[in-house]
């Protein structure tokens, strides 16, 4: 189940909040919203890997989703290159910490994990952990 649980790993907590700016090259309505050639938009990529039109019950974390985590790594000319080498990183690290640490748990509640304010991604300052 590693690589399905990289793919969820990697729709739920997608660490680029605002995505990068893009520039509209062209007048183009969507949803009932005109975005005017010029204007700049930001396209939040935790919007596309929660949409709940693709992924049902999307801030449940499930490891037995039948949809993927492809939108994670963009599309079509956007679509990240090194997305199978980020996979295979992922599996491979997950498969040998938990083999190593079966019994690893997070040291303190969700809620007290400190975050880092960076803007472009997010993280945790620190993950405190038990085992």
């Known amino acids: 189940m590693w690589p399905k649980a990289v793919d969820e790993i990697l729709r739920y907590h997608h660490n680029g909040i605002l995505g990068l700016p893009r520039v509209a090259t062209e007048d183009v309505t969507l949803h009932g919203v005109t975005i005017r050639s010029g204007e700049g938009v930001s396209c939040p990529m935790l919007a596309a890997t929660h949409d709940p039109a693709h992924y049902r019950n999307p801030h449940r974390f499930n490891i037995h989703r039948t949809t993927d985590a492809s939108t994670t790594f963009g599309a079509g000319p956007h679509y990240c290159l090194g997305a199978p080498l980020a996979r295979l990183f992922l599996d491979i690290a997950y498969r040998a910490l938990f ?11 969700e809620r007290e ?11 945790p300052a620190s993950l405190p952990v038990a085992w």
């Not at 083999?99 to 509640?109: E, K, Q, S």
């Open 113 to 123: 994990i400190p975050w880092e304010g960076n803007l472009l991604f997010t993280k």
């Open 99 to 109: 083999t190593r640490f079966p019994d690893l748990i997070p040291a303190v509640p």
